[in-house]
């Protein structure tokens, strides 16, 4: 049996299960991504571990376990269309792309979109578009989007993606003041006009760097 398979049901069975997550569809797509081509060769024996780890350049892949609440969260149906801003190593798009018809990602770092547009095709990840650039506007040519994911922390909602959803359509991102640690809402979208917003707890995220993010690296 492939080790890689046996790492990923103990990654599931202890620290996504024994947290409490039951959403079947976000525990097979957890199953079905191989972590490990998203995290870099000298890291590989850390890959399934219960935390993020450094891709290069100041950025990390986040912790399994807030990919997988972050999918949760987001309640996403088979024929969602999604953006995530913040793609790093490309692990949360490839998850998001087994739980949706399609994700657009945006990075800000041209190496970085490049490795995970790499690294998206060799786990087979088809309905993934990796754009580069700086993703706080969102991607206004192709909304509206049924879900938005921020896989960065921005210090505060930025109006640009609640404007990008679909009626109906979620919004998932870390936001605050604090550049070290943050909450993490769930804003829902329920008319043109009309959003409610749930402050889901902390979390601890790099910043989200641009115009409607931080302005300084
Ligand atoms: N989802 C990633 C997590 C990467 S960390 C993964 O699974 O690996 C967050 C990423 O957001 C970093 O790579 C960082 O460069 C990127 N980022 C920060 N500000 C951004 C912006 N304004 N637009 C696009 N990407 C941004």
Known sequence: MDPHETERDTMIR???????????????????????????????????????????????????????????????????????????????????????????????????????????????CSNVTVHCGDGTLGLPKDSPFDAILVSAAAPSVPESYKQQLSIGGRLVIPAGQSRSVQSLYRVRKKSDTEFSTEDLGGVAFVPLIGEEGWRDV
């Open 14 to 124: 202890e620290q996504l299960e024994r947290r409490g997550l039951e959403n079947p569809r976000v525990l097979a797509a957890m199953r079905a991504v191989p972590r490990h081509l998203f995290v870099k060769s000298s890291l590989q024996e850390h890959a399934y571990d219960d935390r993020p780890l450094t891709i290069g350049f100041y950025q990390t892949i986040s912790q399994p376990y807030v990919v997988a609440l972050m999918c949760d969260l987001l309640e996403l149906k088979e024929t969602d269309e999604v953006l995530e801003i913040g793609t790093g190593s490309g692990y949360a798009a490839a998850v998001l792309s087994k739980l949706c018809a399609s994700v657009v990602t945006i990075e800000r770092i041209p190496e970085l979109a490049e490795k995970a547009r790499e690294t998206l095709a060799q786990a087979d």
